[in-house]
């Protein structure tokens, strides 16, 4: 799996007009895609980045100050561009495989007691963010 985590003061995801996630107090806004050998140990690994990354203010994590996260996927984490022109999408995981991925980081995310909202896992999403320090991580498991 691989991730792109952003510390954000807020974000939110609107599909066909409607708001369908958002955090609207400093977090964590979390790009999460899967490729086709991700399992339950990739879930866990990227799970465990994202809440215990300590890149909050004061070197904290969101575990430590109860931040918000929003969870988004994103298949073109996995786009290779390295020939020509064109991505490639073929490393990523097809929607069946991809899509009870990033539903169990969720729920591990969850887990840990973070409150965590989503978008919408195979729609055209506008997701807005105002990125904080600029701070932008890439995680892989």
Same mark, same amino acid.
């Given at each position: 799996?691989?991730?792109?985590?952003?510390?954000?003061?807020?974000?939110?995801?609107?599909?066909?007009?409607d708001?369908?996630?958002?955090?609207?107090?400093?977090?964590?806004?979390?790009?999460?895609?899967?490729?086709?050998?991700?399992?339950?140990?990739?879930?866990?690994?990227?799970?465990? $980045?994202?809440?215990?990354?300590?890149?909050?203010?004061?070197?904290?994590?969101?575990?430590?100050?109860?931040?918000?996260?929003?969870v988004?996927?994103?298949?073109?984490?996995?786009?290779?561009?390295? $020939?020509?022109?064109?991505?490639?999408?073929?490393?990523?995981?097809?929607?069946?495989?991809a899509?009870?991925?990033?539903?169990?980081?969720?729920?591990?995310?969850?887990?840990?007691?973070?409150?965590?909202?989503?978008?919408?896992?195979?729609?055209?999403?506008?997701?807005?963010?105002?990125?904080?320090?600029?701070?932008?991580?890439?995680?892989?498991?």
């Open positions: 799996m691989r991730a792109v985590i952003q510390r954000v003061t807020r974000a939110s995801v609107t599909v066909a007009g708001v369908v996630g958002q955090i609207d107090r400093p977090g964590l806004l979390a790009l999460v895609g899967a490729t086709h050998d991700d399992g339950p140990e990739q879930v866990a690994t990227i799970a465990r $980045k994202i809440a215990e990354l300590r890149i909050l203010r004061d070197e904290r994590s969101a575990v430590d100050v109860g931040a918000p996260v929003l988004v996927s994103q298949f073109t984490l996995y786009g290779d561009a390295r $020939k020509g022109r064109r991505p490639t999408w073929s490393a990523a995981a097809p929607g069946p495989v899509e009870p991925l990033v539903d169990a980081v969720v729920e591990d995310l969850r887990s840990r007691g973070l409150e965590v909202a989503t978008g919408l896992f195979g729609a055209d999403m506008a997701v807005e963010l105002v990125n904080d320090g600029p701070v932008t991580i890439l995680l892989d498991a």
